[in-house]
């Protein structure tokens, strides 16, 4: 145990605060890290769920008969929108907590919230022809993209909380 604390908070391990450097001031890093961890996972498997997507709906292009021409029309462009959307969205998500810059953590979350979300009830849920990997895989997809949202407001609140101090001790 350390010498002078009390025993229970000699147990516990010291916590040490992440600090870098920008030219002679140290300053604590701020990026949130299970938004990151997010990102991190959801990355793949939206790979994953966009290939297997594209292919579902190839099948179902060829091979079904759809009960609407609108439903056929929508699903192709639906799909396509997506896939753009969530490569910058996450490509914004993970610059933006990495550098911590606001601009793209804002553009996370707008871009999540449309088109994303959108898209993601339409693919997992409203298609003319649903199969069972769209509405599992739509459905995982949409969990991450809910929690991204969730933990995206929480950085970007922490994000605007830090550059907002910093602001006020320069001006001041």
């Not at 949130?32 to 966009?50: D, G, K, R, T």
């Not at 804002?106 to 959108?118: D, E, H, K, R, V």
């Not at 009830?121 to 022809?129: G, K, L, P, T």
């Not at 949409?142 to 949202?149: A, D, G, I, P, S």
């Amino acid at each position: 145990p350390r010498a002078g604390c009390p025993a229970s908070a000699c147990l516990a391990p010291p916590v040490v605060v992440e600090r870098k450097r920008r030219g002679l001031a140290i300053e604590e890093i701020s990026s949130h890290l299970p938004f990151q961890v997010l990102l991190y996972y959801n990355a793949p498997f939206s790979v994953v769920f966009a290939v297997l997507e594209t292919i579902n709906v190839g099948y179902k292009m060829q091979y079904y008969e759809f009960n609407s021409s609108l439903g056929q029309l929508l699903i192709v462009p639906v799909l396509v929108l997506w896939t753009v959307a969530e490569g910058l969205r996450l490509y914004f998500g993970v610059r933006g907590n990495l550098a911590e810059r606001v601009p793209q953590v804002a553009a996370f979350l707008l871009m999540s919230i449309f088109p994303q979300l959108p898209c993601l009830i339409f693919m997992a849920y409203f298609q003319d022809i649903l199969m069972p990997f769209d509405v599992i895989g739509g459905s995982i997809v949409f969990v991450f993209t809910v929690l991204e949202v969730v933990c995206g407001y929480q950085a970007l609140q922490r994000l605007i909380r830090k550059q907002t101090s910093q602001f006020f001790r320069l001006a001041a």
